[in-house]
């Protein structure tokens, strides 16, 4: 495995947890507080903040593999 690809694998391997403590955490409020509506809402946040994460954090390596090639 190459070190780009093992940097990868931690970083969405650290990633994931928080994804799941995020969906845990909604999924508390709509089912153990009875919070369906704010449940709701915060698991649509999650599902956001977790797609700009990803979505910036993926835009960044294309980009520095771009300016690695120019040089």
Do not use: D
């Not at 955490?25 to 946040?45: K, R, V």
Request: hydrophobic content about 50%.
């Amino acid at each position: 495995m190459t070190t780009k690809n093992h940097k990868l694998l931690k970083w969405e391997l650290c990633w994931i947890p928080v994804e799941m403590a995020m969906t845990g955490f909604g999924l508390f409020l709509m089912l153990a507080l009875e919070l369906i509506e704010g449940g709701t809402y915060f698991l649509c946040f999650a599902l956001v903040v977790s797609l700009v994460v990803r979505v910036t954090h993926y835009c960044s390596i294309r980009r520095q593999q771009c300016e690695e090639s120019m040089h």
